[in-house]
């Protein structure tokens, strides 16, 4: 028997009042780990802006805290690494020689 033709894309498109969107059957990631790719991509140094006079600031330290969980659910080295270099900058050698 023979199998039924695949749709082509125009086929599978949606129509919206005169407007065509096209249907992605994709995997998707959870929001989470979205977001915390998009952040690196953004900022891939870890910085949400310049430096605040005395550290860490809120922002990046809640972009750290949402990324630190990405970590531990996804357990990818990646999100460890950027959370680590993150925090790198503001550790100073000369203060701290054995980290």
Known sequence: MKSKPQPCLRDRARRNGG??????HAEQRPWSER???AAIERWPDGRLA???????ELRTGT?????DAVWLNTT???YFNYIKSAVDQFV?????PHL
Not at 63 to 67: C, D, N, R
């Open 63 to 67: 972009l750290l805290e949402g990324m």
């Open 50 to 56: 310049l430096p605040a006079p005395t550290g860490l």
């Open 35 to 37: 977001a915390a790719n």
């Open 92 to 96: 100073r050698s000369d203060v701290y």
């Open 76 to 78: 990818d080295p990646r």
């Open 19 to 24: 407007h065509t969107f096209f249907v992605a």
